[in-house]
């Protein structure tokens, strides 16, 4: 059975850093696409980062500010979040395994979510 688990959220200041990870068991996500996503209530799910075979992608909300990658050998997804301002108030989702890395809709396996908050 698969699972992703996400952690690493909080409550920051605008300006401050934060890394989100996801662990996943149950297979590994190598030849195909994971991502974050996030949702604010009252507003549609969006599309933050993805990485997958040779590519990374990154919303225009978010590049050249947050970073994906991933750790192999401990089958963990990361987001490091820098120079966090307060719209990126949200709950962070990760995804795993889409043959469309820009979609929620069509990613197989969810986490939880974390919540992080960007606050002065």
């Known amino acids: 059975q698969v699972h992703l688990v996400e952690s690493g959220g909080g409550l920051v200041q605008p300006g401050d850093s934060l890394r989100l990870s996801c662990e996943a068991s149950?297979?590994?996500?190598?030849?195909?696409?994971m991502a974050w996503f996030r949702h604010t209530p009252g507003k549609e799910r969006e599309f933050v980062a993805t990485?997958?075979?040779?590519?990374?992608y990154y919303s225009d909300a978010v590049k050249d500010r947050f970073s994906i990658y991933k750790d192999a050998a401990k089958n963990t997804l990361y987001l490091q979040m820098n120079s966090l301002k307060p719209e990126d108030t949200a709950v962070y989702y990760c995804a795993a395994e889409s043959q469309n890395p820009y979609l929620d809709t069509q990613y197989t396996y969810w986490g939880q979510g974390t919540q992080v908050t960007v606050s002065s």
């Open positions: 149950g297979r590994t996500f190598d030849t195909t696409f």
């Open positions: 990485i997958g075979p040779s590519i990374r």
